[in-house]
C-alpha cells in the first residue's frame, strides 16, 4: 500500500513537472515571436532580415557604415555617409559573437575600442540595447531602449535564431 502510494505521488509530480516544462516552453515560443515582431519594428531597418538565408552585404563605394571622422582617417574608404539601409551588421548568430568581428563589416574606432574582445550575450546585448551611446560614445548606432520586456523579447529571438 505504502509503495502504490508513492508511486502515485511520484508519477503525480512528474506530470505537474513535465506540464510546467511544456508552459515554459510555450512562454519562451511566445517570448520569440512576439521578439521576432519587435526586431521587425526596431532593428530590421537597420541591421536587415534575420532569416537564415540572409547575410550581411557589403556596401558599395559610396554607400554607407563609416562614419565622417572614422573615413578621413582611411585612405580605401573616401567619405560616405548612411543613405541607405541595412546600416549595421547582421545580426543572425550575434549572440555568442564576439563583438566586431562581423564579415565585412566596417566598425566604427570608438566601437572597436570599447568593445574588442567581448563576446555578445544575454547581458551585454541588454546593456547594448538600452542605450549604445551612454555605453560607447562615438559609436555609430544610435538606439536607445528603455524598456526592459521589449529589450528581452527582441534578446530572446536573437538568441533563438542563431
Given at each position: 500500500?505504502?509503495?502504490?502510494?508513492?508511486?502515485?505521488?511520484?508519477?503525480?509530480?512528474?506530470?505537474?513537472?513535465?506540464?510546467?516544462?511544456?508552459?515554459?516552453?510555450?512562454?519562451?515560443?511566445?517570448?520569440v515571436?512576439?521578439?521576432a515582431?519587435?526586431?521587425?519594428?526596431?532593428?530590421?531597418?537597420?541591421?536587415?532580415?534575420?532569416?537564415?538565408?540572409?547575410?550581411?552585404?557589403?556596401?558599395?563605394?559610396?554607400?554607407?557604415?563609416?562614419?565622417q571622422?572614422e573615413?578621413?582617417?582611411?585612405?580605401?574608404?573616401?567619405?560616405?555617409?548612411?543613405?541607405?539601409?541595412?546600416f549595421?551588421p547582421?545580426?543572425?548568430?550575434?549572440?555568442?559573437?564576439?563583438a566586431?568581428t562581423?564579415?565585412?563589416?566596417?566598425?566604427?574606432?570608438?566601437?572597436?575600442?570599447?568593445?574588442?574582445?567581448?563576446?555578445?550575450?544575454?547581458?551585454?546585448?541588454?546593456?547594448?540595447?538600452r542605450?549604445?551611446?551612454?555605453?560607447?560614445?562615438?559609436?555609430?548606432?544610435?538606439?536607445?531602449?528603455k524598456?526592459?520586456?521589449?529589450?528581452?523579447?527582441?534578446?530572446?529571438?536573437?538568441?533563438?535564431?542563431?
Amino acid at each position: 500500500m505504502q509503495t502504490t502510494k508513492a508511486k502515485m505521488i511520484a508519477v503525480a509530480a512528474l506530470s505537474l513537472f513535465s506540464q510546467g516544462m511544456v508552459m515554459q516552453a510555450q512562454a519562451e515560443d511566445a517570448d520569440v515571436a512576439e521578439g521576432a515582431k519587435l526586431y521587425i519594428a526596431h532593428c530590421k531597418m537597420c541591421h536587415g532580415d534575420n532569416s537564415a538565408t540572409s547575410k550581411f552585404e557589403a556596401p558599395s563605394r559610396g554607400s554607407v557604415h563609416v562614419a565622417q571622422g572614422e573615413a578621413e582617417a582611411r585612405s580605401d574608404v573616401g567619405m560616405q555617409l548612411a543613405f541607405a539601409p541595412p546600416f549595421g551588421p547582421n545580426l543572425r548568430g550575434v549572440v555568442g559573437r564576439p563583438a566586431g568581428t562581423a564579415a565585412e563589416f566596417v566598425y566604427s574606432a570608438a566601437f572597436l575600442k570599447a568593445l574588442t574582445g567581448m563576446t555578445w550575450d544575454e547581458g551585454t546585448l541588454d546593456w547594448w540595447i538600452r542605450d549604445t551611446q551612454a555605453w560607447v560614445p562615438g559609436t555609430v548606432m544610435f538606439y536607445k531602449q528603455k524598456d526592459p520586456e521589449i529589450r528581452r523579447k527582441i534578446i530572446a529571438y536573437l538568441k533563438a535564431n542563431h
